[in-house]
């Protein structure tokens, strides 16, 4: 089976990851295309100076191997994400901490109830500064009717430490 000219320079050029331009560049080098195809180049000059392809008639006649295109590397595969927003692994460790969170929520859920009359409040700093400021009220009274909280508040934490 005989294979054109054209389709047998572009398999040739593709196989080599090359253009025309580029192979053609190199055709000065050579004066025979016995030189240009030991050297492996697809073009050479004739002897009036004119680029001609580096290709003999049974070239022609052989049947051409395949050549397969470059295979894309495989992508692992995504599920759905919420409109690209994170990667799939960024995906997979917010599910796996939803997951985590949810089983301490039924583990809270099954604990007992605490006993009627519990309190479950810890003392606040503000309930210590109330009970200190009642105590000391006349002190931090002011003359025009108002009370000096800034003072009180000073003297309370001087106090704590």
Same mark, same amino acid.
Request: hydrophobic residues 35%; without cysteine; charged residues 30%.
């Given at each position: 089976?005989?294979?054109?000219?054209?389709?047998?320079?572009?398999? /040739?050029?593709?196989?080599?990851?090359?253009?025309?331009?580029?192979?053609?560049?190199?055709?000065? /080098?050579?004066?025979?295309?016995?030189?240009?195809? /030991?050297?492996?180049?697809?073009?050479?000059?004739?002897?009036?100076?004119?680029? @001609?392809?580096?290709?003999?008639?049974?070239?022609?006649? /052989?049947?051409?191997?395949?050549?397969?295109?470059?295979?894309?590397?495989?992508?692992?595969?995504?599920?759905?994400?919420?409109?690209?927003? @994170?990667?799939?692994?960024?995906? @997979?460790?917010?599910?796996?901490?939803?997951?985590?969170?949810?089983?301490?929520?039924?583990? @809270?859920?099954?604990?007992?109830?605490?006993?009627?009359?519990?309190?479950?409040?810890?003392?606040?700093?503000?309930?210590?500064?109330?009970?200190?400021?009642?105590?000391?009220?006349?002190?931090?009274?002011?003359?025009?009717?108002?009370?000096?909280?800034?003072?009180?508040?000073?003297?309370?934490?001087?106090?704590?430490?």
């Amino acid at each position: 089976m005989a294979v054109s000219l054209t389709k047998y320079m572009n398999s /040739k050029l593709k196989a080599m990851g090359k253009t025309v331009a580029q192979a053609k560049k190199n055709a000065s /080098k050579y004066k025979s295309i016995a030189a240009a195809k /030991k050297a492996g180049s697809l073009y050479y000059t004739n002897k009036s100076g004119k680029v @001609m392809a580096a290709v003999y008639a049974e070239d022609l006649k /052989k049947p051409l191997a395949a050549i397969r295109p470059k295979a894309r590397p495989k992508k692992k595969a995504q599920g759905p994400t919420r409109l690209g927003v @994170m990667t799939l692994d960024e995906k @997979m460790e917010v599910d796996l901490a939803n997951k985590s969170n949810k089983e301490a929520r039924k583990k @809270m859920a099954k604990l007992p109830d605490l006993p009627k009359g519990t309190d479950t409040k810890l003392p606040s700093q503000s309930a210590a500064f109330n009970a200190f400021f009642k105590k000391n009220k006349a002190k931090y009274k002011k003359d025009n009717g108002g009370f000096n909280t800034r003072q009180a508040l000073k003297d309370f934490n001087a106090r704590s430490k």
